[in-house]
């Protein structure tokens, strides 16, 4: 066995590796979907994304591998590095380098190897997207072409991951301003100077924005030299302590002065966060702070609507400007300009979403688009908690925050899967219709030592399609081009069919299929889209259960909703796999899945379809004694 050669550049690679953030972190939807979609394109039984550190080779996500990392020495992938270019090894045990490397000759029996480096922003090597067969092979050029561009996604994913961090770091900077909020908030360069100021500022101090903006803080405090020895003390952390500010009407104002200094990490000194509360109101700062410190960083606000349906924003922070391009006093009295910037696909599910909050008292939480004046359309997301007053108006305490480049991080994910799928369509249906006029005895009669191989290659190909099938579903879902035609359906007779259909699918696993006795209903639904996730649920029940077992198919009205429910008798879910069940390409044991069948999206487009549909979807579990999937559907004619 020889080992990987050291690259010149490895100092400055391992020092990119770290700067990523990657080792030893937990594992992460979008770079399991690369790798369940390298082994599928591949059809091979293993995938991963391997990171080659100092002494290892650490896998940030794997298919059909149990293991975490392994040493450097043994890694295939440590050659792909140090050449920085891409690895195929047909056959292990003819390759000197590998024949007796203990990954080939025992567990997990590496023969055929592929691996394609990974490179940062600056084009260094870090590590390999790598598929491995247990039998020699080789790939296609297709498949060759279609690892490669998974290879280059993957590590735009991983700078785009960083980014998404440092956002993070930036979000808690603004974390600690509303940590230490109260009535007045300024923002201060090192030397003191007024850089912004919110509104309850420029009305505690009596000043405009533009006349705030021209002072120095040691101006406007009181007692001489305060400032200076408040910034010294900064040094250790934020600084709090009580003083007097000069109104520009002359009043000495008693204030509790918070002096936070603005600093990222390993960054010099920015300037300072300065709060201060009016202490002639104490207690209703203490209790404004509390509500605002416990939101998270972004517009920090307070919404009002009143009992006539008008409505206002009493508190808005300047970060409104960044977020809808208006100004807190053009929406103090009126929250119409406000609304007027609703995307307006957007703006009936964002009104809706509020009377529901005010209804219900609960959480208010949306993601929709703004049209802002100066930077066109923005993706936003908000949070609030509805406060019930005594006139019978709502207010709500909470933030929203500009997630424009999250989206555009899923939107870029969204449009790889679309184009892979839509390329890999049109060959493939003609593939596996070859391969069916082969089986079927078209082209003549096929020779015993053909049959196997061709009847596998048909299956493979279906499977595969069925993959491609999902994904495009999937896309349709999340971009919102799957129609639906909601309409009131008798759900006996649909279940009845359900049953029929998937009859022959459970009879081929020994399993049989029961429609438990209940009263006929009617529910508002799409009945192709409800045929297709119960086909899903039965499929999955079926699939799981052991020969000679039921699975139950019942339907129960409750409280102007009707449950459909799916019993099994199987092994149930672990209890680590149950929060991801519903995530795309989520498999609770690949291994297994494998022998079963299955692409992991079946249950991630279920749940799209039943919520599109004003449903809801879930499960109960007990690992060991089975599961039921459920799901709920407005009844017709019934309020829930």
């Known amino acids: 066995m020889s080992q990987a050669p050291i690259p010149a550049n490895e100092q400055e690679r391992l020092a990119a590796l770290r700067a990523l953030e990657l080792l030893d972190s937990p594992?992460?939807?979008?770079?399991?979907?690369?790798?369940?979609?390298?082994?599928?394109?591949?059809?091979?039984?293993?995938?991963?994304?391997?990171?080659?550190?100092?002494?290892?080779?650490?896998?940030?996500?794997?298919?059909?591998?149990?293991?975490?990392?392994?040493?450097?020495?043994?890694?295939?992938?440590?050659?792909?590095?140090?050449?920085?270019?891409?690895?195929?090894?047909?056959?292990?045990?003819d390759d000197a380098r590998f024949r007796d490397n203990p990954l080939v000759t025992s567990d997990p029996h590496i023969r055929f190897y592929a691996g394609m480096p990974l490179h940062d922003g600056r084009g260094l090597a870090l590590g390999t997207l790598c598929v491995i067969d247990r039998q020699p092979r080789?790939?296609?050029?297709?498949?060759?072409?279609?690892?490669?561009?998974?290879?280059?996604?993957?590590?735009?994913?991983?700078?785009?991951?960083?980014?998404?961090?440092?956002?993070?770091?930036?979000?808690?900077?603004?974390?600690?301003?509303?940590?230490?909020?109260?009535?007045?908030?300024?923002?201060?360069?090192?030397?003191?100077?007024?850089?912004?100021?919110?509104h309850e500022a420029q009305q505690l101090l009596g000043y405009s924005p533009a006349e705030l903006e021209d002072k120095y803080l040691p101006q406007l405090l009181l007692e001489p030299g305060q400032y200076e020895r408040l910034c010294t003390a900064c040094s250790s952390g934020p600084q709090s302590t009580e003083g007097q500010l000069r109104a520009r009407s002359g009043q000495h104002l008693p204030v509790r002065l918070n002096l936070s200094p603005i600093r990222a990490e390993g960054q010099p000194l920015q300037g300072y966060l300065l709060v201060a509360n009016d202490l002639?109101?104490?207690?209703?700062?203490?209790?404004?702070?509390?509500?605002?410190?416990?939101?998270?960083?972004?517009?920090?606000?307070?919404?009002?609507?009143?009992?006539?349906?008008?409505?206002?924003?009493?508190?808005?922070?300047?970060?409104?400007?960044?977020?809808?391009?208006?100004?807190?006093?053009?929406?103090?009295?009126?929250?119409?300009?406000?609304?007027?910037?609703?995307?307006?696909?957007?703006?009936?599910?964002?009104?809706?979403?509020?009377?529901?909050?005010?209804?219900?008292?609960?959480?208010?939480?949306?993601?929709?688009?703004?049209l802002h004046p100066l930077h066109g359309p923005l993706w936003v997301e908000g949070r609030a908690a509805p406060q019930r007053l005594p006139g019978g108006e709502t207010l709500w305490h909470g933030f929203i925050?500009?997630?424009?480049?999250?989206?555009?991080?899923?939107q870029l994910q969204n449009e790889f899967v679309s184009t892979v799928s839509h390329e890999l369509r049109t060959p493939l249906t003609?593939?596996?219709?070859?391969?069916?006029?082969?089986?079927?005895?078209?082209?003549?009669?096929?020779?015993?030592?053909?049959?196997?191989?061709?009847?596998?290659?048909?299956?493979?190909?279906?499977?595969?399609?069925?993959?491609?099938?999902?994904?495009?579903?999937?896309d349709k879902l999340v971009a919102g081009k799957m129609r639906f035609d909601l309409q009131p359906l008798a759900l006996r007779p649909l279940l009845e069919q359900a049953l029929r259909s998937n009859q022959p699918y459970a009879e081929h696993h020994r399993v049989q299929l029961l429609l438990l006795p209940g009263i006929d209903c009617q529910v508002c639904a799409d009945a192709q889209r409800l045929e297709q996730v119960l086909a899903n649920l039965l499929a999955n029940a079926a699939k799981f259960s052991a020969a000679g077992q039921s699975v139950e198919l019942s339907a129960v009205p409750t409280d102007g909703w009707v449950?459909?429910?799916?019993?099994?008798?199987?092994?149930?879910?672990?209890?680590?796999?149950?929060?991801?069940?519903?995530?795309?390409?989520?498999?609770?044991?690949?291994?297994?899945?494998?022998?079963?069948?299955?692409?992991?999206?079946?249950l991630a487009i279920s749940k799209e379809i039943i919520e599109h549909m004003g449903g809801r979807i879930g499960f109960d579990s007990v690992e060991g004694q089975g599961s039921t999937f459920w799901l709920d559907l407005p009844q017709v004619g019934v309020q829930p």
């Open 27 to 93: 594992a992460e939807a979008m770079f399991d979907h690369i790798t369940a979609l390298a082994a599928q394109i591949c059809d091979t039984p293993i995938a991963l994304i391997s990171l080659v550190d100092a002494q290892r080779q650490w896998f940030k996500s794997q298919v059909g591998l149990d293991a975490e990392q392994t040493a450097r020495e043994l890694a295939f992938c440590a050659h792909a590095v140090a050449a920085d270019a891409p690895l195929e090894v047909d056959n292990a045990l």
């Open 138 to 198: 080789h790939l296609d050029s297709h498949q060759r072409a279609q690892l490669q561009h998974l290879a280059q996604l993957t590590g735009e994913l991983f700078e785009l991951r960083l980014q998404a961090r440092r956002q993070a770091e930036q979000s808690a900077m603004h974390q600690a301003m509303l940590d230490n909020a109260g009535s007045a908030v300024l923002v201060l360069d090192p030397q003191g100077r007024v850089l912004r100021s919110n």
């Open 280 to 370: 002639s109101q104490r207690e209703e700062a203490r209790l404004r702070l509390q509500r605002i410190a416990a939101q998270l960083p972004g517009m920090v606000y307070q919404y009002l609507l009143r009992a006539d349906g008008s409505s206002c924003f009493p508190y808005a922070s300047a970060g409104i400007r960044d977020v809808y391009g208006c100004t807190p006093e053009e929406v103090s009295e009126d929250a119409g300009p406000l609304h007027a910037r609703l995307h307006p696909d957007d703006a009936p599910q964002v009104h809706a979403a509020i009377a529901r909050s005010a209804a219900n008292l609960s959480t208010w939480h949306q993601e929709y688009r703004v």
């Open 401 to 410: 925050s500009d997630i424009s480049e999250r989206k555009r991080g899923e």
């Open 430 to 474: 003609a593939i596996a219709g070859s391969l069916g006029l082969i089986n079927g005895g078209a082209l003549g009669a096929v020779p015993e030592q053909m049959q196997q191989m061709l009847e596998i290659a048909q299956s493979n190909s279906q499977r595969l399609r069925k993959l491609i099938d999902d994904l495009l579903d999937i």
């Open 563 to 602: 449950r459909i429910s799916v019993r099994d008798q199987g092994q149930g879910i672990a209890q680590d796999f149950k929060p991801r069940i519903f995530s795309k390409f989520a498999q609770a044991d690949a291994g297994d899945t494998r022998r079963q069948g299955g692409t992991g999206l079946g």
